[in-house]
């Protein structure tokens, strides 16, 4: 399978505990994406890597969340000091590097399911 | 954070019937796309737009883009069990950065009534 991976799939953790999810792109795929989606809504952009630069967060991004992307190839998002607020599903998304012009299109993993107790 | 106006919210329908929705942004966008998603699962691509006034389809589905890049319509051609899901728009633009996040409207949760 050589589509983005994400993993653990589902995490349920008690609230104060930090948490970190793991992303898988497609191989040789320069841009990562990360979104958070709750309940009933679409998806919402959290934060871009270009290679191993992040380069725009989103503010939906507070002080606790923190994401790398070392060597440009996989990415985690870490989450401190969780809060019940943090439930959600969290996406992970590749796309190519993009031409001047851009309209690459974004491939999307199966999620991390966070559940806060 | 920003989500675009997508409509109808749900949609029950009969197996074979036709399915229309749309989604709107009070921004330009300068490429729209559909998404579909299933339960537990990320969203699948279905069709892409790249320029205003674009009527593009895939097999079942044709989607096009609004003159104004404003908006963005999907149809599907007479319905089957597997379309059953939760359709997303989005809207995507390049940033100061180069980023081409993604803004999705709402959603479309579509059923099938046996």
């Known amino acids: 399978d050589t589509g983005v991976s994400q993993n653990p799939r589902h995490k349920i953790t008690k609230r104060g505990q930090n948490v970190t999810f793991r992303c898988d792109p497609i191989?040789?795929?320069?841009?990562l994406y990360w979104y958070r989606q709750t309940l009933g809504q679409g998806p919402e952009f959290l934060t871009y890597?270009?290679?191993?630069?992040?380069?725009?967060k989103s503010r939906l991004l507070s002080d606790r969340f923190s994401a790398e992307r070392p060597k440009g190839s996989f990415s985690t998002l870490e989450i401190q000091r969780t809060e019940q607020g943090d439930s959600a599903m969290y996406l992970c998304?590749?796309?190519?590097?993009?031409?001047?012009?851009?309209?690459?299109?974004?491939?999307f993993g199966p999620g991390t399911r966070l559940t806060v107790l | 954070g920003q989500q675009l106006n997508q409509s109808p919210q749900s949609m029950f329908i009969q197996e074979g019937e036709d399915v229309s929705m749309n989604c709107t942004s009070s921004s330009i966008f300068n490429t729209w796309l559909w998404y579909k998603q299933d339960p537990g699962e990320g969203p699948v691509l279905l069709i892409a737009?790249?320029?205003?006034?674009e009527l593009t389809s895939n097999g079942r589905l044709t989607a096009q883009f609004g003159i104004t890049r404003k908006d963005s319509f999907l149809n599907i051609s007479a319905s089957i069990p597997s379309d059953v899901g939760i359709y997303f728009c989005a809207g995507q633009i390049i940033s100061n950065f180069g980023n081409e996040k993604l803004t999705f409207g709402t959603g479309t949760r579509l059923t099938i009534i046996p």
């Open positions: 191989s040789e795929h320069n841009r």
């Open positions: 890597f270009q290679n191993e630069a992040q380069l725009e």
């Open positions: 737009l790249y320029k205003a006034g």
């Open positions: 998304a590749s796309s190519p590097s993009g031409i001047s012009g851009g309209g690459d299109t974004q491939y």
